[in-house]
């Protein structure tokens, strides 16, 4: 079981990243997945979710308009694009995917089955 993110790196604020998340090793297509992130001294935030199929996604309230979540099922991917990047944004942003996801839950990481490594994204002003 594995979850691969990648696609951080260094933006300028008003910028964008597209992060992805690649699983593998397990049946991706009965499971939800959400990208996490955790700045420097800071808790883990939850930034969004999509489900297993694809056509409904849940964002924070923070980050909604300005951050948007899909997935490729055939794939096994799911992607985070991040626009109008601010530098508050800085961050590690991990990825995880969950068999028993509800609506409820999905922004508490206990929920979540499997956890990839976390990407870096900086964003400098």
């Known amino acids: 079981v594995q979850l691969q993110a990648s696609g951080g790196g260094l933006v300028q604020a008003g910028g964008s990243l597209r992060l992805s998340c690649v699983g593998s090793?397990?049946?991706?297509?009965?499971?939800?997945f959400g990208w996490f992130r955790q700045a420097p001294g800071k808790e883990r935030e939850w930034v969004s979710c999509?489900?297993?199929?694809?056509?409904?996604?849940a964002y924070s309230n923070s980050l909604r308009g300005r951050f948007t979540i899909s997935r490729d099922i055939a794939g096994n991917t799911v992607y985070l694009q991040m626009d109008r990047l601010k530098p508050e944004d800085t961050a590690a942003y991990s990825c995880a995917a969950g068999s028993r996801i509800i609506t409820s839950s999905v922004g508490v990481s206990s929920s979540y089955d499997h956890w990839g490594q976390g990407t870096l994204v900086t964003v400098s002003s």
């Open positions: 090793g397990f049946t991706l297509d009965y499971h939800a």
């Open positions: 999509v489900n297993m199929n694809g056509d409904e996604t």
